[in-house]
């Protein structure tokens, strides 16, 4: 090979080598880790008959506030199954310590016998903060007593 030959071949070389892809390992490396969710529950309180909770799903400074209603235990012998629907009052309510709130929402739900997750509020508060969230279920008949968690957003 003479030596025009060997120039235009390095160069060539020199081109591909350099028109190459950069690695996956760079691209890895500046990518962010998912976050993590932490799901906080309250204590279970007993309201219209039912147990109830209020939880908080709580992702960097992202926070999904949600109540929950399920059986309170084992049926009594004799009771009739599967029990009659029941028509509930609900009212999920959130704030910030210090006094910012972060909404409420009222409805209406049906429970029958499965756990029932009742929405409301999504909302992003700053790393620090201390969520404060109240779950109240209220039937014709009885009232509600609310149940409530207090939740550390920690970014």
């Not at 909770?53 to 009739?80: E, M, N, R």
């Not at 599967?82 to 009222?106: F, I």
């Not at 909302?123 to 009232?143: K, L, M, N, Q, Y």
């Amino acid at each position: 090979m003479n030596r025009i030959a060997r120039i235009a071949a390095g160069t060539a070389g020199a081109v591909a080598l350099f028109a190459a892809p950069v690695p996956a390992f760079a691209s890895a490396v500046t990518a962010a880790a998912p976050a993590t969710t932490v799901t906080t529950c309250g204590w279970s309180g007993l309201q219209a008959g039912l147990s109830t909770k209020v939880c908080a799903d709580v992702t960097g400074d992202s926070v999904v506030l949600y109540g929950q209603i399920g059986l309170a235990g084992p049926p009594s012998p004799g009771t009739p199954w599967p029990p009659a629907p029941q028509e509930l009052l609900t009212r999920l309510s959130a704030d910030v310590a210090g006094g910012t709130s972060l909404g409420a929402v009222n409805g209406r739900t049906v429970f029958t016998v499965s756990t029932v997750r009742v929405d409301g509020i999504s909302t992003t508060v700053p790393c620090g903060s201390t969520v404060h969230a109240s779950f109240s279920v209220e039937a014709i008949w009885r009232g509600p007593a609310p149940v409530t968690v207090d939740v550390p957003v920690v970014c």
